[in-house]
């Protein structure tokens, strides 16, 4: 198993710019994540999706960002326009929601900086 | 909403001996489960240990077990037999049993030192 993919591994990117952040989760993993790692706030949940489908997006931090999960295969995370604040490492994760206490199997996150 | 609390940023120990990290977490839930990952400087998040509410063992992985206590909701990670490979930072984790969002604590940064 190759765990969960992110792409790219590192990101830097100008103020205004868009950025897009892709994830694979596990084959057979019916629910993904989207977290946000700042020295400031921590690891922060933004979104997270089952069966494709977003089920809480309160995290999101603004209109600028928005996540799609087109399959059980793919996941984005676009942030547009880009700003400063932005920067952070971003995580993606799955897991297999039919056994509620599975936990999160991480990937090894974007680092994203925005110049 | 679900809280988790680390009140300790910053943790040493000296390599063999044995440390105690804290989480405390508030929920009005009874039933749910509770986590500790380790994250090494390669940022990569490994799961350390898993608990689960509704039993009262307190779980153990090879050097690592928990102090769960469900009355003071509180859930500590013990590491025995310290090693420089457990320098990292780690975060204390809570999942409701009806919903598979996991929300983290503000991590403890643990060193080891030789």
């Known amino acids: 198993d190759a765990g969960v993919i992110q792409s790219p591994r590192h990101e830097v990117t100008e103020m205004g710019q868009e950025v897009t952040l892709r994830c694979k989760p596990i084959?057979?993993?019916?629910?993904l994540f989207w977290y946000r790692q700042t020295m400031m706030r921590g690891l922060e949940l933004l979104i997270y999706f089952n069966n494709n489908v977003p089920i809480d997006d309160s995290g999101m931090p603004e209109d600028r960002f928005s996540a799609k999960m087109p399959n059980a295969s793919f996941s984005t995370l676009k942030i547009q326009p880009s700003e400063p604040r932005d920067s952070a490492v971003y995580f993606c994760a799955s897991s297999f929601r039919a056994g509620l206490k599975s936990p999160l199997h991480f990937g090894n996150g974007t680092r994203l900086t925005v110049t | 909403a679900q809280t988790v609390t680390q009140s300790q940023p910053e943790m040493s120990v000296q390599e063999a001996e044995t440390v105690t990290l804290s989480c405390t977490y508030d929920t009005s839930e009874n039933n749910y489960y509770l986590f500790w990952y380790k994250q090494p400087p390669s940022r990569q998040m490994i799961l350390v240990i898993r608990q689960e509410a509704y039993k009262q063992q307190n779980a153990t992985e090879n050097r690592f077990s928990v102090n769960f206590q469900k009355a003071a909701k509180s859930f500590s990670l013990k590491i025995s037999d310290s090693q420089l490979g457990d320098t990292a930072m780690y975060f204390c984790?809570?999942?409701?049993?009806?919903?598979?969002?996991?929300?983290f604590g503000a991590g403890t940064r643990l060193t080891v030192k030789p």
């Open positions: 984790a809570f999942m409701r049993s009806n919903n598979n969002d996991m929300r």
């Open positions: 084959s057979g993993h019916n629910s």
